[in-house]
């Protein structure tokens, strides 16, 4: 049993070290290999670049405290969206303007930050004699709302040296913890120790998954270590949500017994996954770095997964009250039996059209133009068409929760799009004067409000 830290050589304290970083849900851990003192230095210094490249990532899983991420408007304005989809804007911009003769202040932000800045702009511009008179003054305050749709945040991963190091140490700990001669990968273990980001050891690859192509149901953390006796070498192999994979060679000139040490788990869940893993370590050469395929085909897969997710949660909520009158016997086998695929097949139905509509194949063209009206959606190419059809419900007026708003006009976000077709998704842009406030209501929203009956069969912008 090993006692003293693979790093360097100090006695183990029972310094608990994550192979794969509990930041990213990583639950392979053990307390016998690193002393707290190399365990404190790399998660201060090394381990934190891999939450910091995977933030988006986490962000989007929902994993750890990535709870925010940085967006931007077409202006620059940057925001804050949070997991719900609430934005706010992380710089409060402070300006002035001139009324005729009157010198005013402009504060845009979120309110109390606001209001900070203004005091402060106050007293910087007119002096601190002009607190005086704010209880006096008068204020015009506009709430308004975001569409985060209409916000583009960085989901660029890239490669570094420093992340390179972050995986040799994952491949590198993982080799001891399989019990494999430390000995024999010295200078690289000493590498890690020193911090040495100069001529990395490790590449990344697969970018085009012909090293290993995941299930279509995993979002997976992996590590490899394995011996090819064609090659007589030993490498390692790791993937970090299958997205950041990094190969190295450990070992040349191997001649001893055959390895395959495996740690392989589910990286949202953290449960330990089984399946034998395949590698094509010869499709290695010649790869360009592009995450694209990677990050998408890694959404897709975690999109279906939460389908199914409330596939079952439907189905359950289906299946147990039926359940229950079979066994109370206010209801026969058979009519358990018809009543749950009857029962079913709607609940399914209506998830396709109404909960993942771009997901599913096959809607005839009226469907699909029914689908576009209750999810507020058009074809990009007839925007225009849309706002002259609509254009005389600009001015109404309309009551929202006790306040008079007025349709102002109608904004369009981005959308997916369909069949290579961009697409938008349009919202009413509404105001109120007391209080001062703007909001964003989707479309279908505006027209069901007001009893609108759905447009002609043969519009355009469907």
Not at 3 to 18: A, F, K, M, V
Not at 133 to 148: I, L
Not at 196 to 215: H, Y
Not at 447 to 458: A, C, E, K, R, V
Request: with cysteine; charged share 30%.
């Amino acid at each position: 049993m090993r006692t003293n830290c693979i790093y360097c050589g100090l006695p183990l304290d029972n310094s608990d070290e994550h192979i794969i970083a509990d930041s990213i849900n990583g639950q392979l851990h053990t307390r016998t290999l690193i002393c707290s003192e190399c365990n404190n230095k790399f998660g201060v210094k090394l381990d934190p670049v891999i939450k910091e490249s995977l933030h988006f990532i986490l962000h989007v899983m929902g994993i750890g405290k990535a709870e925010t991420m940085r967006a931007e408007d077409e202006n620059g304005n940057a925001f804050l969206v949070d997991r719900s989809g609430k934005a706010k804007l992380v710089r409060t911009e402070v300006g002035t303007f001139k009324q005729g003769e009157k010198t005013g202040i402009s504060v845009s932000g979120e309110k109390m930050a606001a209001i900070r800045a203004f005091a402060k702009k106050v007293t910087r511009t007119f002096g601190r004699h002009a607190l005086k008179v704010m209880d006096t003054a008068v204020f015009q305050w506009t709430e308004r709302s975001v569409v985060t749709q209409e916000l583009k945040a960085e989901a660029k991963l890239a490669s570094s040296p420093r992340l390179l190091l972050a995986l040799d140490k994952i491949i590198t700990e993982f080799y001891a913890y399989s019990g494999l001669d430390v000995e024999l990968i010295r200078p690289r273990l000493q590498k890690v120790w020193e911090l040495d980001e100069s001529t990395p050891k490790t590449i990344l690859t697969n970018f085009e998954q012909q090293v290993r192509l995941p299930d279509d149901k995993e979002v997976g953390h992996l590590i490899v270590i394995r011996s090819d006796a064609a090659r007589r070498e030993v490498y390692g192999y790791v993937e970090l949500f299958n997205v950041f994979c990094g190969y190295t060679v450990l070992l040349r000139d191997y001649e001893g017994p055959e390895i395959n040490a495996v740690w392989h788990q589910d990286a949202l869940t953290g449960a330990e996954l089984t399946e034998a893993v395949k590698l094509n370590i010869e499709k290695l050469a010649g790869e360009k770095e592009d995450f694209g395929l990677l990050i998408n085909s890694l959404f897709e897969r975690k999109r279906g997964l939460d389908q199914l997710a409330m596939v079952d949660e439907a189905i359950t909520a289906i299946k147990e009250p039926l359940d229950k009158q079979l066994a109370e016997g206010l209801i026969t086998e058979a009519e358990h039996l018809d009543q749950y695929i009857d029962q079913t097949t709607k609940a399914v139905a209506e998830m396709m059209v109404f909960a993942f509509p771009d997901d599913v194949e096959g809607f005839s063209e009226e469907e699909q133009k029914h689908i576009h009206y209750i999810h507020s959606v058009i074809w990009q190419t007839h925007q225009e068409e849309f706002e002259f059809y609509y254009h005389q419900l600009l001015g109404r007026q309309f009551i929202i929760e006790g306040v008079t708003y007025t349709l102002d006009r109608f904004i369009f976000a981005r959308h997916p799009p369909k069949n290579n077709e961009p697409r938008l998704k349009v919202y009413g842009r509404f105001c109120s004067e007391k209080p001062a406030k703007e909001l964003d209501k989707p479309a279908f929203e505006v027209f069901s409000g007001i009893g609108l009956p759905p447009p002609d069969d043969d519009v355009s912008w469907l």
